[in-house]
């Protein structure tokens, strides 16, 4: 069965300096992961997904991820948080089995102080 | 044109009143979905359609009742809601290769009350 935990509801940066949202899953089999952002009041935007190719991947707004099997992990990163940052953000995990499901983390609230 | 939109943006029903919700998309995809966010809470995923097909339906009550008249248009009807059920309503899209593993293009949602 597959699961996604999101392991802080909440993380506080200063602008300019790095962001890092941590994501763990559980899945059965070769799992598709994905984040999404969420700015207030406004639909998800894909910010980048895994797909079984590169381990890094690069996403949009300068994020990045890092799909480590071994630690069941796809944390998302940002060299310098921006102001405009401040969202809310989504580990989803997306998995190729007869039980097609997606499966959404909780979600972690970026705060950006100035 | 990677946009799925949604109308009305926010909506206002009595608990005896029968309304719809619009959703649209001029992608291509083959699957779409409705999902339901609460307040602080990541979204419920509701039903999904594949070749205009239900294939998911996640137990949601009867008094929901999507459709989807063709590839581009997903609807999702309201009929006797409870004030629970307020909340933002939100429409994807994706690609459909026997799976759905495929990154979502979400709406803006529309945002119901039901008093």
């Known amino acids: 069965a597959q699961s996604v935990t999101q392991l802080d509801s909440h993380v506080s940066v200063s602008e300019g300096t790095p962001v890092l949202l941590r994501c763990n899953y559980s899945s059965s089999y070769s799992p598709s992961l994905f984040w999404y952002v969420q700015h207030p009041n406004k639909g998800l935007q894909l910010l980048l997904k895994?797909?079984?190719?590169?381990?890094l991947v690069k996403g949009i707004n300068g994020f990045e991820a890092e799909f480590k099997k071994s630690e069941t992990s796809f944390h998302l990163t940002k060299p310098s948080a921006h102001m405009s940052d401040a969202a809310e953000y989504f580990c989803?995990?997306?998995?190729?089995?007869?039980?097609?499901?997606?499966?959404f983390g909780k979600g972690t609230r970026l705060h950006i102080l100035p | 044109d990677t946009e799925v939109t949604q109308t009305p943006k926010h909506l206002v029903m009595g608990m005896t009143n029968k309304k719809s919700l619009k959703c649209e998309q001029h992608m291509g995809h083959r699957a779409m979905y409705w999902y339901k966010q609460k307040a602080k809470k990541p979204p419920e995923l509701m039903f999904v359609y594949s070749y205009e097909k239900l294939s998911i339906n996640e137990s949601v009550p009867s008094r929901f009742s999507p459709e989807c008249p063709n590839s581009s248009l997903l609807n999702l009807h309201l009929h006797a809601l409870q004030p629970e059920d307020s909340a933002l309503y939100l429409c994807?899209?994706?690609?459909?290769?026997?799976?759905?593993?495929?990154?979502?293009?979400f709406g803006p949602g529309t945002r119901l009350t039901v008093t």
């Open positions: 895994y797909t079984s190719a590169a381990t």
């Open positions: 994807a899209s994706s690609q459909v290769v026997g799976t759905i593993a495929y990154e979502q293009y």
């Open positions: 989803v995990v997306s998995e190729l089995d007869r039980d097609d499901k997606i499966i």
